[in-house]
């Protein structure tokens, strides 16, 4: 059974920070490129960030970068977005990505709410 969840969101101030992960089971995680994406209500998701099976590959959405990190644990089968300097147009459902070939799986995603 292959599963992606997602864990770590909730609600912070604008400036705070939380650290999204993403534990997959039931497939070679190592293999695949995973994302994170995000939609807010009555919005398109958009693609935030993707990093490659080893981590030398790396891509931000122009609106995260330098305040966004992603990484991966292949030991932990983990993905892990760090967001830092929150911002209230960051409020979103957060969802988690695998990619392989013709293969694309997806978490059930997780609120991020930012609001004073």
């Known amino acids: 059974q292959v599963q992606l969840v997602e864990s770590g969101g909730g609600l912070v101030q604008p400036g705070g920070s939380l650290r999204l992960s993403c534990v997959a089971s039931?497939?070679?995680?190592?293999?695949?490129?995973m994302t994170w994406h995000r939609q807010a209500p009555g919005k398109e998701r958009e693609l935030v960030a993707g990093?490659?099976?080893?981590?030398?590959?790396?891509n931000y959405a122009d609106s995260v970068k330098g305040r966004f990190t992603i990484s991966r644990d292949n030991a932990k089968n983990t993905v892990f977005l760090e967001m830092n300097s929150l911002k209230p147009e960051d409020t979103a459902v957060y969802y988690c990505?695998?990619?392989?070939?013709?293969?694309?799986?997806w978490g059930q995603g997780t609120q991020v709410t930012v609001s004073s």
């Open positions: 990505q695998a990619q392989f070939l013709s293969r694309t799986y």
């Open positions: 039931g497939f070679t995680f190592s293999t695949y490129f």
């Open positions: 990093i490659s099976r080893f981590g030398g590959s790396i």
